[in-house]
Nanobody, 115 residues
């Protein structure tokens, strides 16, 4: 099983980034996919979750209206479009796959919002 995140980097306040998470080794379409983040000295927090069918979505209040999670089951990939980024969004972003007791994590990608 592998979850490989990409797309992180340094961006100025107000900018945008698109994170990708490529999955392999399991039946992607059966899994709810989520993005979490962890800032320095803070606990890991849920950013967004998308159901296996793509019809149920949940966002953290702090990103509602700015971030969009989506999935492409044909490509076994989940995305996180992040707009209007601020310094408070600086964190390591992790991809998560969960289904029926199975719980997989990626290695994370760093997002730094700074001028």
């Amino acid at each position: 099983v592998q979850l490989v995140e990409s797309g992180g980097g340094l961006v100025q306040p107000g900018g945008s980034l698109r994170l990708s998470c490529a999955a392999s080794g399991f039946t992607f379409r059966w899994y709810a996919m989520s993005w979490y983040r962890q800032a320095p000295e803070k606990e890991r927090e849920l950013v967004a979750r998308l159901s296996s069918g793509g019809d149920i979505v949940h966002y953290a209040d702090s990103v509602e209206g700015r971030f969009t999670i989506s999935r492409d089951n044909a490509k076994n990939t989940v995305y996180l479009q992040m707009n209007s980024l601020g310094p408070e969004d600086t964190a390591v972003y992790y991809c998560n796959a969960k289904s029926s007791g199975y719980d997989y994590w990626g290695q994370g990608t760093q997002v730094t919002v700074s001028s």
